[in-house]
């Protein structure tokens, strides 16, 4: 008797549960649900690297012999002799105000620069050593970053040389 009455019980909350699922009132809230997520539209493709070639890096950059590099889908690093490095590195789909944002709490103002045409920033350390430097490609940006073991020259123009390259190339 038990059973039964157990298996009468689970049946009669299973036909009531079942209503809770109906579409019994889904016409009443026919309005929008929130806005629609934006689309990003996919800014020119900067190929491998920025379309730039290990030796122009090497000698746009400074970096004297490269000594390693790292290469993948989205970005590209060289170490150089003496600690020196560049990077490269492509965002879609990304807000560049997201990454003047990360520069400012790192230490580096950002500056409003142009390169060929397009909008974007350069952010130099406050030691001479490190510079950012971001181009805007719609809604993408890439950015090239050059980082010296001393002080010496500006790591800016090393990157603003390499960024140039890119918007030359853009395919």
């Excluded at 490269?88 to 950002?110: D, I, M």
């Amino acid at each position: 008797m038990r059973i039964r009455s157990a298996i009468v019980l689970g049946l009669t909350a299973a036909f009531a549960l079942t209503g809770c699922g109906s579409d019994q009132g889904a016409g009443d809230d026919e309005g929008p649900r929130g806005p629609a997520p934006k689309v990003a539209a996919l800014g020119p493709f900067v190929g491998e690297c920025g379309h730039v070639t290990d030796n122009e890096v090497r000698d746009l950059g400074g970096l004297g012999q490269i000594v390693q590099s790292f290469k993948n889908g989205v970005g590209c690093n060289w170490q150089g002799t003496g600690g020196n490095s560049i990077t490269f590195a492509s965002y879609r789909g990304s807000p560049l105000e997201r990454e003047k944002a990360w520069v400012t709490t790192h230490g580096r103002p950002p500056e409003p620069i142009t390169v060929g045409g397009r909008n974007g920033f350069a952010a130099l350390d406050p030691t001479g050593r490190i510079c950012d430097l971001a181009v805007q490609l719609e809604d993408d940006f890439f950015e090239w970053s050059t980082a010296r073991s001393i002080a010496g020259g500006d790591p800016c123009e090393r990157s603003r040389a390499l960024a140039e390259l890119t918007i030359e190339r853009l395919g």
